[in-house]
């Protein structure tokens, strides 16, 4: 954990109270009905969740709520349940069975809707087909797709007969692809030939195919058609999804799975090289993917929603797919750039299908801004009820913004602050009870306690500065590390006693609202995404002219942190923007795109303490500007200032 202090900057003092109308047909409609609630499930956590569980559908039902023994939770213990089940089967007997469960756009602009009950019969269809390839319960399946319908047919496949699915962002390169295979040991992958990205073809197919070169667990590929783009079918190993589908059955029940069956595993960043592969459960995950959304979005039956995350992503899986269709609600899904072909691609999304709840990140937002509020302006935009952000606080500025040029002063804003690890949005404003702030995600879900503590675990006075901790297991809490039971210990229950640690800081304000303040660890949020500087640095080590490289974080106006990363090339080695373009590139080619270094710079030695750890501090200071070093545009001498620094670090 950081050592340094956190210390608090913002001093938003705005309040936006819930309208009056929109609070008299919200689910949780004042601020006493949440507070009951809140009160309710902490005095007694295991009767509210109990309770709230028992709307699932059970093909076994539980024994005992919970079994805590620090850090492990079993959830529901003795039940057993279906995801697939539970997102669509239950909806068939009702008038849900012909309302639109999915409708995907492409980037093109075509449309494609599944109803509850298509959805249900190219699920059962999939599922046989990956009965059929040999597939069985506790498999993992790798899904290395673009955001088209398949991939949602996928992961309910999978959950319909038990196989835990590990979703790769597409973005990802061949290297971050293997690897996740050979971690989750996945026997099958599910790709396509192709995705598109700004109208241009993402080779998809060609990146399986290198990196299955070096994971041998994956026998099997399964390759969606969609950019018709010419690949090469490995005979034996590759296999057409057409052409499995021909013929196969509408029918397959959804097997009685486990509460505690691992659902899926979803790889992120830590303080390490390695990413980690974070496990979800089956009952308590869906359990808190389908309360929070129906509570945080305030869902109705007739809502269409929208959420912009890609389905690669904790966001998708919780508040694209499972959380939504759990509910029984229309979740639109999109294909491609957010600003393709033109600025206001969104918001003629937005108009076309009428989207009434809206959720999206802050860079999106400040990217949006950028671009001008003309491209907003052109469409009506009326049919918003609710706009929501995740990923990152988000700047006051682009708050307001979001407020008024997109939801016209009339819509609450939901800022849903949670993680991968959560399964589910921990602290939020319910939007007809908790008035905003804007930065603030204000106050904690009922049944989650979250607290802002310090080293010892003893929580911080109001407006002082602390760790981000969860006091209470909560179902949806992710059931460790995938084969690394030791690090789920040391990174998330060590360093503060008796709690779970998030790596985010944070304060509580004298009304309680949560501000929080970003990571303290190695950790670097970037466009909403989470990227270890070890990773980045990693990738930069494995190139032959690096000798050495520290990566920190940057204030970036539209990625709200940037990358920037310190380099010392080998001896004979030529510092120049060509070399730096090169190491840009490799990042990407070892990480994939999102991991490019947005500046490197050369250094003859990095700063270190005595102990020789890199000064991320002062190189933190150095990539935002706070100090400067010469006038040097190459090569910086990192060692005087870090000599200068040694004593008050080391
Ligand atoms: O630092 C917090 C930030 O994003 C981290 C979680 O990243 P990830 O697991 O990739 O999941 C992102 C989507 C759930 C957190 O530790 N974060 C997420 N939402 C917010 C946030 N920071 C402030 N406010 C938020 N609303």
Same mark, same amino acid.
């Given at each position: 954990?950081?050592?340094?202090?956190?210390?608090?900057?913002?001093?938003?003092?705005?309040?936006f109270?819930p309208k009056?109308?929109f609070?008299?047909?919200?689910?949780?409609?004042?601020?006493?009905?949440?507070?009951?609630?809140?009160?309710?499930?902490?005095?007694?956590?295991?009767?509210?969740?109990?309770?709230?569980?028992?709307?699932?559908?059970?093909?076994?039902?539980?024994?005992?709520?919970?079994?805590?023994?620090?850090?492990?939770?079993?959830?529901?213990?003795?039940?057993?349940?279906?995801?697939?089940?539970?997102?669509?089967?239950?909806?068939?007997?009702?008038?849900?069975?012909?309302?639109?469960?999915?409708?995907?756009?492409?980037?093109?602009?075509?449309?494609?809707?599944?109803?509850?009950?298509?959805?249900?019969?190219?699920?059962?269809?999939?599922?046989?087909?990956?009965?059929?390839?040999?597939?069985?319960?506790?498999?993992?399946?790798?899904?290395?797709?673009?955001?088209?319908?398949?991939?949602?047919?996928?992961?309910?496949?999978?959950?319909?007969?038990?196989?835990?699915?590990?979703?790769?962002?597409?973005?990802?390169?061949?290297?971050?692809?293997?690897?996740?295979?050979?971690?989750?040991?996945?026997?099958?992958?599910?790709?396509?030939?192709? #995705?598109?990205?700004?109208?241009?073809?993402?080779?998809?197919?060609?990146?399986?195919?290198?990196?299955?070169?070096?994971?041998?667990?994956?026998?099997?590929?399964?390759?969606?058609?969609?950019?018709?783009?010419?690949?090469?079918?490995?005979?034996?190993?590759?296999?057409?999804?057409?052409?499995?589908?021909?013929?196969?059955?509408?029918?397959?029940?959804?097997?009685?799975?486990?509460?505690?069956?691992?659902?899926?595993?979803?790889?992120?960043?830590?303080?390490?090289?390695?990413?980690?592969?974070?496990?979800?459960?089956?009952?308590?995950?869906?359990?808190?993917?389908?309360?929070?959304?129906?509570?945080?979005?305030?869902?109705?039956?007739?809502?269409?929603?929208?959420?912009?995350?890609?389905?690669?992503?904790?966001?998708?899986?919780?508040?694209?797919?499972?959380?939504?269709?759990?509910?029984?609600?229309?979740?639109?899904?999109?294909?491609?750039?957010?600003?393709?072909?033109?600025?206001?691609?969104?918001?003629?999304?937005?108009?076309?299908?009428?989207?009434?709840?809206?959720?999206?990140?802050?860079?999106?937002?400040?990217?949006?801004?950028?671009? #001008?509020?003309?491209?907003?302006?052109?469409?009506?935009?009326?049919?918003?009820?609710l706009l929501?952000?995740?990923?990152?606080?988000?700047?006051?500025?682009?708050?307001?913004?979001?407020?008024?040029?997109?939801g016209?002063?009339?819509c609450p804003i939901v800022?849903?602050?949670?993680?991968?690890?959560?399964?589910?949005?921990?602290?939020?404003p319910?939007p007809g009870?908790?008035?905003s702030?804007?930065?603030?995600?204000?106050?904690?879900?009922?049944?989650?306690?979250?607290?802002?503590?310090?080293?010892?675990?003893?929580?911080?006075?109001?407006?002082?500065?602390?760790?981000?901790?969860?006091?209470?297991?909560?179902?949806?809490?992710?059931?460790?590390?995938?084969?690394?039971?030791?690090?789920?210990?040391?990174?998330?229950?060590?360093?503060?006693?008796?709690?779970?640690?998030?790596?985010?800081?944070?304060?509580?304000?004298?009304?309680?609202?949560?501000?929080?303040?970003?990571?303290?660890?190695?950790?670097?949020?970037?466009?909403?995404?989470?990227?270890?500087?070890?990773?980045?640095?990693?990738?930069?080590?494995?190139?032959?002219?690096?000798?050495?490289?520290?990566?920190?974080?940057?204030?970036?106006?539209?990625?709200?942190?940037?990358?920037?990363?310190?380099?010392?090339?080998?001896?004979?080695?030529?510092?120049?923007?060509?070399?730096?373009?090169?190491?840009?590139?490799?990042?990407?080619?070892?990480?994939?795109?999102?991991?490019?270094?947005?500046?490197?710079?050369?250094?003859?030695?990095?700063?270190?303490?005595?102990?020789?750890?890199?000064?991320?501090?002062?190189?933190?200071?150095?990539?935002?500007?706070?100090?400067?070093? #010469?006038?040097?545009?190459?090569?910086?001498?990192?060692?005087?200032?870090?000599?200068?620094?040694?004593?008050?670090?080391?």
């Amino acid at each position: 954990m950081a050592s340094e202090s956190i210390t608090s900057v913002l001093k938003e003092k705005r309040q936006f109270k819930p309208k009056k109308e929109f609070a008299a047909s919200a689910h949780i409609k004042s601020m006493a009905e949440y507070q009951r609630l809140y009160k309710k499930a902490e005095k007694d956590p295991e009767k509210f969740w109990g309770d709230l569980s028992k709307e699932l559908h059970w093909f076994k039902p539980w024994k005992k709520v919970l079994q805590w023994k620090l850090p492990y939770a079993k959830w529901f213990v003795g039940g057993k349940t279906n995801v697939s089940y539970n997102c669509l089967d239950r909806h068939l007997d009702t008038p849900r069975k012909n309302k639109a469960a999915i409708i995907w756009e492409s980037e093109s602009g075509e449309t494609r809707t599944y109803t509850y009950q298509q959805l249900h019969r190219e699920v059962c269809r999939f599922a046989n087909v990956l009965k059929g390839l040999g597939i069985v319960q506790g498999d993992r399946v790798t899904v290395y797709l673009p955001m088209i319908p398949e991939l949602a047919i996928t992961l309910l496949a999978c959950a319909r007969i038990g196989a835990t699915h590990s979703v790769v962002f597409a973005g990802f390169s061949a290297s971050a692809l293997r690897d996740r295979i050979n971690d989750a040991g996945a026997k099958l992958v599910v790709t396509a030939d192709g #995705g598109y990205r700004k109208g241009e073809v993402v080779l998809l197919k060609e990146k399986v195919d290198e990196a299955l070169k070096e994971a041998p667990s994956a026998q099997k590929v399964v390759v969606v058609q969609r950019a018709s783009t010419p690949v090469s079918m490995q005979m034996e190993r590759d296999v057409w999804w057409h052409d499995l589908m021909k013929g196969v059955s509408g029918q397959c029940p959804a097997a009685p799975i486990d509460s505690e069956h691992p659902l899926f595993t979803l790889y992120t960043s830590g303080t390490t090289g390695k990413p980690k592969g974070i496990v979800h459960s089956t009952a308590g995950y869906l359990l808190g993917a389908m309360i929070t959304a129906r509570w945080i979005f305030d869902l109705k039956e007739t809502d269409t929603y929208w959420c912009t995350a890609d389905i690669g992503w904790v966001t998708g899986h919780s508040y694209i797919l499972y959380g939504i269709l759990a509910n029984g609600v229309t979740t639109v899904m999109y294909e491609g750039a957010p600003t393709y072909p033109q600025p206001d691609r969104l918001w003629e999304i937005v108009a076309k299908h009428k989207v009434n709840v809206f959720y999206t990140a802050p860079t999106a937002i400040r990217a949006l801004i950028k671009l #001008g509020k003309e491209w907003p302006e052109k469409h009506d935009l009326s049919s918003l009820r609710l706009l929501g952000t995740v990923g990152e606080p988000i700047n006051p500025e682009a708050w307001i913004w979001y407020h008024e040029v997109i939801g016209k002063k009339q819509c609450p804003i939901v800022d849903t602050w949670w993680q991968t690890e959560t399964g589910a949005i921990m602290i939020t404003p319910l939007p007809g009870a908790i008035p905003s702030k804007p930065g603030s995600a204000t106050l904690p879900f009922p049944g989650i306690s979250a607290d802002v503590v310090d080293r010892s675990g003893k929580s911080v006075p109001a407006n002082v500065g602390g760790y981000l901790v969860i006091k209470k297991p909560w179902p949806s809490m992710l059931r460790g590390i995938w084969g690394d039971p030791e690090r789920y210990e040391k990174q998330y229950w060590l360093d503060i006693p008796g709690a779970y640690f998030t790596g985010d800081g944070a304060r509580r304000d004298r009304d309680g609202y949560f501000w929080v303040m970003g990571r303290v660890d190695d950790v670097i949020n970037v466009a909403g995404h989470r990227l270890g500087t070890m990773e980045i640095e990693s990738a930069l080590v494995s190139h032959p002219v690096v000798a050495e490289a520290a990566v920190v974080g940057r204030p970036d106006d539209i990625k709200g942190t940037g990358i920037a990363a310190f380099v010392t090339l080998k001896m004979g080695n030529t510092p120049d923007d060509g070399l730096k373009e090169t190491l840009k590139k490799h990042v990407g080619t070892v990480i994939g795109a999102i991991a490019r270094p947005d500046e490197i710079r050369f250094a003859e030695a990095l700063p270190k303490t005595r102990s020789g750890k890199i000064m991320r501090r002062l190189l933190r200071d150095i990539a935002a500007g706070v100090e400067t070093v #010469g006038d040097t545009t190459t090569l910086e001498d990192l060692s005087v200032l870090a000599r200068l620094r040694q004593d008050d670090e080391s």
